[in-house]
Structures are given as C-alpha cells and as structure tokens.
C-alpha cells in the first residue's frame, strides 16, 4: 500500500515555472516507478512524466518534452516534476501516481488526490 500526497501547484503566468513535489507512504518507495498525470476539465486524464525505480530512466509527453523535468529523491520519498515555460493549455488537476511498472498509460496502482496547476496567458 503506497499513500501519495501532491503539493506545490497554484496559479502562474505563461512562461513562468512551477515545482510539484510528491511524497509518499512507506518504507518501499524505491520498488515503484513513479508518474505525473494531468486532467484538464471535460478531457481525459493524460500522462505526462514517469520515472523509473532508480531514477535513471525517464519518459515524457511529447508536449512537455523540453520544458518538464521529473525527478525522485529515493531517500526522501519524493518525486518532483519541474514546470517551465507554462502555457495555459497546461492547466489541469496533476495527479502523482506508483506502480509496479515503468509505465505511461494511466493503469498506475496508486494516485494522489491532485493538484491544481493553472497557467493565465
């Protein structure tokens, strides 16, 4: 069982940058490969970011590829994805999400409760 906490979204202009950090429950945090999804109002939710066990594999959406940067920090039972050059069509609920495998479809094991990301133009 893994508990998932999201913070750090909030409202920025275009081009600006924001930090969304997750923490997670329990003591096996590096058996998970961890993702960052996001759900923009009257879409589905979509991948964005995923990182592997040890953090030396990483996967992107072609639409943040570039300006999107995800990270863990195993000791600290974090991940972080960093957000720059916003653009108002990146407005959405980002979720962080576990599981077993190193995946980018939405069938993670574990979400977070979300965080409010919204980018003014």
């Known amino acids: 069982q893994v508990q998932l906490v999201e913070s750090g979204g909030g409202l920025v202009q275009a081009g600006g940058s924001l930090r969304l950090a997750c923490v997670a429950s329990?003591?096996?945090?590096?058996?998970?490969?961890m993702g960052w999804f996001r759900q923009a109002p009257g879409k589905e939710r979509e991948f964005v970011a995923a990182v592997s066990w040890g953090g030396g594999a990483t996967h992107y959406a072609d639409s943040v590829k570039g300006r999107f940067t995800i990270s863990r920090d195993n000791a600290e039972n974090m991940v972080y994805l960093q957000m720059n050059s916003l653009k108002p069509e990146d407005t959405a609920v980002y979720y962080c999400?576990?599981?077993?495998?190193?995946?980018?479809?939405?069938?993670?094991?574990?979400w977070g409760q979300g965080t409010q990301v919204t980018v003014s133009s």
């Open positions: 999400a576990a599981d077993l495998n190193f995946a980018t479809t939405v069938n993670y094991a574990y």
């Open positions: 329990g003591r096996t945090f590096s058996m998970y490969c």
